[in-house]
């Protein structure tokens, strides 16, 4: 069975800049993850999706952050314009709809903004 | 909100010693999950060990075992003769369960770095 995917694995941008990080969840994983884990921090919810709505997006810098999830699927987290902060390791995560204690992780985006 | 803290920023021990990393939390939830993940410095999040807050017995994966307090909001990971392949970032995280259903996201501590010394 294949794991969750994203790309890139590397992102360096200039701040103001924009960015997008791309995530395939597990096949059948109606429940998709976006979480941000700052140098030193455990991972925190940016925003967590079912099928293509929005559970919870109550952490996601919305001036500035916007992820979707067309048909339920693939989902792209975008950052425009990034500022310093937001470097940080950005991890996909994907669960069966009522499994949410069984969350599978993707190998995380590393973005650098300088 | 849930709180998930770890006190223990970093830990070294030698190969094949016992080590215990501490975990607390705070919820006013009765039915929740509670996890401790490892971290390599691949980033993959790897979960090492579960626990369903509504079972007593304490859970175990082969070198790996916890010790669950429910009462205290303790739940501590122990490895026991612990491998170089041990060494990385260790996470405690907390989930709640709902009986209506519905879903939530992880709420993670700030992590133990282990090292394990040859």
């Known amino acids: 069975e294949a794991g969750v995917a994203q790309s890139p694995r590397y992102k360096i941008i200039e701040k103001r800049q924009s960015v997008a990080f791309w995530c395939n969840p597990i096949?059948?994983?109606?429940?998709l993850y976006w979480y941000q884990q700052i140098l030193g921090q455990g991972p925190k919810l940016l925003i967590q999706?079912?099928?293509?709505?929005?559970?919870?997006d109550s952490q996601l810098p919305k001036d500035r952050f916007s992820a979707e999830r067309l048909k339920g699927v693939d989902s792209t987290l975008k950052i425009q314009p990034a500022k310093l902060e937001d470097s940080a390791v950005y991890l996909c995560?994907?669960?069966?709809?009522?499994?949410?204690?069984?969350?599978?992780f993707g190998p995380g985006t590393r973005l650098t903004v300088t | 909100a849930q709180t998930v803290t770890q006190s223990q920023p970093e830990m070294s021990v030698q190969e094949a010693e016992t080590v215990t990393l501490s975990c607390t939390y705070d919820?006013?939830?009765?039915?929740?999950?509670l996890f401790w993940y490892k971290q390599p410095p691949s980033r993959q999040m790897i979960l090492v060990i579960r626990?369903?807050?509504?079972?007593?017995q304490n859970a175990t994966e082969n070198r790996f075992s916890v010790n669950f307090q429910k009462a205290a909001k303790s739940f501590s990971l122990k490895i026991s003769d612990s491998q170089l392949g041990d060494t990385a970032m260790y996470f405690c995280?907390?989930?709640?369960?709902?009986?209506?259903?519905?879903?939530?996201?992880?709420?993670f501590g700030k992590g133990t770095h282990l090292i394990i010394q040859p």
């Open positions: 995280a907390f989930v709640p369960m709902y009986s209506g259903g519905g879903a939530d996201g992880l709420t």
């Open positions: 919820t006013s939830e009765n039915n929740y999950y």
């Open positions: 096949s059948g994983h109606a429940t």
């Open positions: 999706f079912q099928n293509n709505g929005v559970v919870d």
């Open positions: 995560a994907s669960s069966l709809a009522d499994r949410n204690y069984e969350q599978y």
């Open positions: 626990q369903e807050a509504y079972k007593q």
